[in-house]
């Protein structure tokens, strides 16, 4: 994607704004259905001056689905020795960032059907190197005798991550049955049991 302005800060300094201004009527909207002006307008620019920054809506498609993950992904840390702790301490973090920012979860899963082929790798291996952050624990913890040897680390990291995006998913339904905290702790006891020797 070029930029008609040399200014490498002011080129990510205007992506970013429009990239925020274009999650929020994504999520409200629909890609769709929004329109560049009403991005424009949104990001406090002009059609022109934000066609200096992007070429295209695809563009702006891209840059709000990066923008998305990188706010749907926690830093999971991994301040403990013992891997069973650092599960825990990573689910923790990463579900409770999935809680805070639902609406991205699901802008990401609702229109990542309409982005290009060619960024379509970008966000996928963003997305492939946060759920490798938990294979490298897991992967760990085989290792260190604490989880079962004959569990798939990349498997069991795809199941948290999408135990984490149902909080998103089924909000509705579940909100009304239990707190978040305690969905959190449910599942930390689910997947905790399924991974322990």
């Known amino acids: 994607m070029r930029a008609t302005s040399k200014d490498k800060k002011l080129v990510e300094e205007r992506r970013q704004q429009i990239a925020d201004g274009a999650v929020r009527l994504f999520i409200e909207s629909g890609y769709e259905r ?9 990001c406090e620019m002009s059609v022109g001056n934000m066609y200096n920054y992007v070429k295209s809506k695809e563009d ?12 749907g992904q926690a830093d999971i840390g991994n301040d403990h020795r013992d891997p069973a702790e650092a599960l825990k301490q990573a689910v923790t973090n990463s579900f409770g ?6 609406n991205y979860v699901l ?18 291996d963003l997305d492939r190197e946060y759920a490798a952050k ?5 992967a760990e913890g085989i290792e260190k005798g604490v989880f079962r040897a004959d569990i798939n680390p990349f498997l069991v990291s795809q199941n948290i991550l999408t135990l984490g995006h149902m909080w998103a998913f089924r909000r ?4 009304g049955e239990c707190t978040f905290d305690k969905f959190l702790d449910q599942q930390l006891a689910f997947i905790l049991a399924s ?3």
């Open 34 to 42: 929004t329109s560049m002006r009403e991005i424009a307008e949104a």
């Open 60 to 71: 702006v498609l891209f840059l709000a689905m990066d923008h998305a993950i990188r706010i």
């Open 97 to 102: 960032t999935m809680d805070k920012e639902q």
């Open 107 to 124: 802008f990401i899963y609702q229109e990542a059907k309409n982005l290009p082929a060619r960024y379509r790798k970008r966000i996928l």
């Open 134 to 138: 938990f294979e490298d624990i897991l």
């Open 172 to 175: 509705w339904l579940l909100s």
């Open 195 to 197: 991974v322990s020797r």
